[in-house]
């Protein structure tokens, strides 16, 4: 059994509570991502990700240039800690049906990010169950994908 430390991503870019809509698109755009931790420092405070820009801001008629990332962000999150098995994280991820997890150390600072490719492309085992789980219709499509 692996650990979140063994497999989870430690480059990991956020954005802060007060950024625009605007720049949060592009720093995604730009690191070709769908999901920023939203955090103060590194505190984690939430998510946003590609569709809480669309559908809660730009369909809501928010302007891009004037409206925050906390405007639209998702502020109840799921997270992990890098001492976590793996295994129980694919099965978090499997019930809350999301495809990454921020990683905070034990004061809730962010430490890095878990993806369901880090999963598949560095854990033993089977994700099957899990990309079944996520993928099932009905699920919390708030939630950061």
């Known amino acids: 059994m692996s ?11 956020s954005i802060e509570p007060q950024e625009t809509l605007r720049e949060a698109a592009k720093r995604m755009q730009a690191l070709d991502v769908g999901a920023l931790p939203v955090c103060s420092g ?5 998510m ?18 004037q409206a925050c990332v906390s405007d639209v962000m998702s502020s109840s999150i799921e997270f992990c ?3 976590q098995d793996t295994q129980e994280v694919m099965r978090l ?3 809350k049906q999301v495809r ?6 034990e004061h809730g600072k962010l430490v890095g990010i878990v993806s369901l490719a880090d999963l ?16 099932e219709p009905g699920g919390d499509s708030s939630a950061a994908p």
């Not at 650990?3 to 870019?13: A, W």
């Not at 590194?42 to 939430?46: D, I, K």
């Not at 990454?100 to 150390?105: G, H, N, Q």
Request: aromatic share 0%.
């Open 93 to 95: 991820m499997g019930n």
């Open 120 to 135: 598949a492309l560095r854990q033993p085992g089977h994700i099957d169950e899990t990309v079944r789980q996520i993928s």
């Open 42 to 46: 590194r505190q984690l405070l939430g």
């Open 81 to 83: 800690t890098a001492e």
């Open 3 to 13: 650990n979140v430390s063994d497999i989870m991503s430690t480059d990991v870019h």
């Open 48 to 65: 946003v990700t590609d569709r809480d820009i669309t559908v809660r801001g730009v369909a809501e008629g928010l302007h891009p240039d």
């Open 100 to 105: 990454r997890l921020p990683v905070v150390d």
